[in-house]
Every structure is written in C-alpha cells, then in structure tokens.
C-alpha cells in the first residue's frame, strides 16, 4: 500500500510566480512526497503525491490559471487497473 496514492501533475500560468515561495508551501502545509515544482514567473509545472489532491489544486489556482490537470490513483495503477 502506498503512503500517497494520487499523483497529481498540473501547470499554473500567472504572474510574478515564484517557484521557491511554492516549494515552501506545499512541504509546511500540504502532506505528500515527490514534489516537483519548477519553471518560470509565468509558467510553473506540479508534479506531487498526496492524498489530498483538492487542496493542491485549490492552492495552485489561487496563483493562477491552472490547466493541464491530471490526477491519477497510483493504488488502481499498482494493481492494473485505470488510475
């Protein structure tokens, strides 16, 4: 069984984005690993396992515009199943 079970992965489009500022919130207020966060001021890519995907995706469409959203269920995946 896995910790954190939903991979999920979206971009944020906005402006003045600032990846460091968002590396910092999600690991003081969001439970979960693997977190990606990189890009530019106007562009950032999310890759992070948590259990709570609704909270990161709230979070990331408070900074902007979030698209390209995918959240996939790791434990369906692990047992051949569609995530």
Not at 7 to 14: H, N, P, R, V, Y
Not at 52 to 70: H, M, N, Q, R, T
Request: one cysteine or more; charged letters at 30%; glycine letters at 8%.
């Amino acid at each position: 069984m896995l910790e954190f079970k939903f991979d999920t992965q979206l971009l944020i489009e906005g402006h003045d984005l600032d990846e460091d500022a968002i590396n910092d919130y999600f690991t003081q207020n969001f439970k979960g690993d693997c977190l990606l966060a990189v890009g530019d001021d106007e562009l950032i890519k999310i890759h992070y396992h948590t259990n709570e995907p609704w909270k990161v995706l709230e979070y990331c469409a408070s900074l902007g515009e979030i698209y390209d959203v995918v959240v996939e269920n790791m434990e369906r995946q692990e047992q051949g199943l569609q995530g």
